[in-house]
């Protein structure tokens, strides 16, 4: 019996990695779409499956869908930061919107019966009137990533209404060992770590009271694929309900390390971002009651992670 095939856009990101080991154990024939030259990042998928066709080219597209015949495309492929300059807002928004439309509509031209989810995110929201946003929230973003994800957001409903079983999963943010030394979370792991090991002096950190729902990313691609199961497509938030600071954060990981946060936490004016009116808190009750999906971990198991991976990673290193 031949293996479904799945094709996962950004196979080399964090998400990339969870969804794509995932999908294997599902049974799946999965391939993997990145950059030119992160072919390496691909880990989780098998090296003769890993492709680096620009999704600018679309005859290439075309051409690598009818190859592979994908019965589920994920795409996380995205410039997934939020904070940019004037200079990248021009490439956010043709690497998110304009590659994000090239996809969708080379695979409905060539695989219609295929299924598609876009990995969405909880920035289409913005500095949302209330506290926690669902699906029926108004899409406000305040930033040029989260205008991009919401262009996204609309193509996918738009595909949907002409037939197409696509998904827009609205994602809240969501961490992992594997996630980058930009993002906070992973900051503030390595600073603790190099804290404990005497190798630095201090946190700077900005708004430590900003809110934030973290999840764990293996729990959240597991939200994807459940989302592609089912015969009636719709876009879901996937969270965990939870708010907490940045300051419940750190604090986690400081004491996992046996070290007292203010003790060694400093603010930095120049990190500092607008206050929120209302916390970034995600309602994910709608996929919970419609798919059975919520998540298995909580924020104590994700810092336990996050921390227990960085002190082996700097062992490592320290071996070599």
């Not at 990145?34 to 098998?46: F, P, Q, T, V, Y």
């Not at 904070?83 to 090239?102: F, G, I, K, M, W």
């Not at 404990?196 to 700077?204: F, K, M, V």
């Not at 206050?275 to 995600?282: A, I, K, L, T």
Request: proline share 4%; hydrophobic share 40%; net charge negative.
């Amino acid at each position: 019996m031949q293996r479904a095939s799945a094709l996962i856009t950004g196979a080399g990101g964090q998400d990339g990695f969870y969804l794509g080991r995932l999908l294997e154990e599902k049974g799946y024939e999965v391939h993997g779409l990145d950059k030119e030259g992160h072919e390496s990042r691909m880990e989780a998928i098998a090296p003769e499956r890993r492709w680096t066709v620009s999704l600018f080219d679309t005859a290439g597209l075309a051409n690598l869908f009818r190859r592979i015949q994908p019965r589920e495309v994920y795409h996380l492929a995205a410039f997934s930061f939020v904070n940019t300059t004037s200079d990248e807002d021009r490439a956010v928004l043709r690497n998110n919107v304009e590659a994000s439309h090239n996809v969708l509509s080379m695979l409905f031209d060539e695989l219609p019966e295929s299924r598609f989810c876009l990995a969405c995110s909880a920035e289409i929201f913005g500095n949302a009137d209330h506290s926690p946003q669902s699906e029926k929230s108004a899409i406000q973003p305040c930033t040029i990533y989260g205008v991009s994800k919401a262009a996204c957001h609309h193509l996918v409903g738009l595909y949907r209404m002409r037939g197409f079983h696509t998904s827009s999963a609205i994602l809240f943010n969501h961490e992992s060992p594997r996630r980058g030394p930009r993002f906070v979370t992973q900051k503030i792991v390595r600073t603790a770590v190099a804290i404990q090991r005497g190798e630095a002096q201090e946190l700077c950190l900005g708004n430590v009271d900003t809110v934030r729902d973290w999840g764990f990313a293996g729990d959240y691609v597991e939200a994807l694929w459940t989302m592609l199961q089912s015969d009636s497509p719709e876009d879901y938030v996937v969270a965990t309900g939870h708010g907490h600071t940045v300051r419940d954060f750190a604090g986690l990981v400081f004491e996992k390390l046996g070290l007292k946060l203010d003790d060694w936490l400093r603010f930095d004016e120049s990190l500092a971002r607008p206050p929120e009116s209302f916390p970034r808190v995600g309602d994910a009750s709608w996929i919970k009651e419609r798919l059975g999906w919520k998540p298995k971990h909580d924020l104590a198991d994700l810092v336990s992670m996050m921390v227990d991976a960085e002190l082996q990673r700097r062992s490592d290193s320290s071996d070599i």
